[in-house]
């Protein structure tokens, strides 16, 4: 039988370490849910890009962003991974949840370009400093010719877009809320009112699911006391 000898260095030093684990163990715990967040920020970037119109990356790169673990108490460590709202942008919040959107208003098709993938076209945004034609504030007996007066003076100016506030019918059919554009006498609504409607696309779900089911979190955390340990025994 072979003698078993225990190195008094050795066990003082293994000593120290089980005395510091807990202080060294926070920044490990810390590091894994920081991992893993931004593992899941990469798996939102391809679930929202590979079911959604994308018309700027750099927009979904800054709009999907990371809260760090700190390294405090383990039992407080949290890690965050998700949208950011905007003053003007949800951050997806719609479409994780499938509710209709907080947005009215819609730029179309023909906003821009005749490509829906396309970013608008300037003259379909709505700018606070323009002033655009109402055919309820022209003349007219009824809507028919507050329209067609309203159409006549437009093909004076060099700008030929107006607006329907509400639903509005002549002889050229049903308008509407939206903005048009009139060019070479033909009528095309850039930008429309009164859509909120949203595709429910759960994204971030996806991204956690599929981050559940491919991802080793022991593993991480063994490859993190394994550095710690490496270094303390330096």
Known sequence: MNDFTIDQ????QLERFFRDSPKLLKPVTANVLTSLAFDNRKLN???IE???????????????????????SIDSQIA?????????????????EGKPSHTKRAVTTAGRGGNRKNVAMSKARLKSSKQFYKPQQLQGKDNTSKFSFMLRVIGSHSDSRFIITYPFQTKHGLYRPGLYSM??????????????????IPWATKSIQQQKFNTNIMQKYRDGVNHIVAKYNK
């Open 183 to 200: 060019l070479n006498k033909r009528i095309r609504k850039l930008q429309s009112f009164n859509s909120n409607k949203s595709t429910h």
């Open 80 to 96: 965050l991974s998700g949208s950011v709202n905007r003053p003007r942008f949800t951050g997806w919040e719609e479409q994780q």
């Open 50 to 72: 590979s079911s959604m119109i994308i018309r700027n990356r750099k927009f979904v790169e800054s709009s999907l962003q990371v809260q760090k673990a700190r390294s405090g």
């Open 9 to 12: 260095h050795d066990l003082k």
């Open 45 to 47: 970037i391809r679930n």
